[in-house]
């Protein structure tokens, strides 16, 4: 099995094309040609958890899937740009955003080796940080967003649950997953202060 697939990228990073879209706060943002993929692969799971529901219509179906759909795509910009601000708070941001079919990808070029715990910390908590941050936002908007439109808030409860998923699992111990960056270099970051 290739090693892309086992980190849940359809494209190996560093053999297919990327294709520059522009900047987001100064860091290019790039496509693999496959990102069209994605938001149809994000209906169809939608569309699939729907199906716990076998009284649902089809009408209600479509809208949960496209609501599902919506919220990924949220969740995925969302933890792009907490990844870009964590990286600048710490004067150290990615070198490249790649967007793909299944999922983004920060490209640091050359040896990270020698960047201190601080700068390692801050760019892969920067992802998780503003995916927990929007979940809570959502959230307490909830009310507010049910009054004026319920199809409103049940994207909003969407965006809530993805984003939590997305925030809450980014701290998985997984190799490709911040929280690999997390937990080897909180240690570190730990021991530093200590001296």
């Avoid at 690999?180 to 970051?189: C, D, G, N, Q, S």
Wanted: hydrophobic share 50%.
């Amino acid at each position: 099995m290739p090693s892309h697939w086992r980190h849940g990228l359809i494209e190996d990073p560093d053999r297919v094309r990327h294709i520059a879209l522009g900047r987001l706060l100064g860091v290019p943002v790039s496509a693999t040609p496959l990102v069209w993929l994605g938001p149809i692969l994000y209906l169809g799971l939608g569309l699939l958890l729907t199906l716990r529901s076998p009284t649902m219509a089809p009408a209600a179906r479509l809208a949960d899937g496209a609501n599902f759909m919506l919220a990924v795509l949220i969740a995925r910009f969302a933890h792009a740009l907490g990844h870009i601000l964590g990286g600048r708070r710490v004067a150290s941001p990615m070198d490249e955003l790649l967007l793909t079919a299944t999922r983004d990808v920060n490209l640091y070029r050359g040896d990270q080796s020698g960047y201190s715990a601080r700068v390692h910390l801050g760019r892969a908590l920067g992802g998780p940080l503003l995916n927990l941050t929007l979940a809570l936002l959502a959230y307490s908007s909830l009310p507010w967003i049910g009054l004026v439109s319920p199809a409103g808030r049940d994207l909003a409860a969407r965006i809530v649950g993805l984003n939590l998923i997305f925030g809450l699992g980014a701290f998985l111990p997984l190799p490709s997953v911040d929280g690999e960056v997390i937990w080897r270099e909180l240690p570190r970051l730990m021991r530093g202060r200590q001296r």
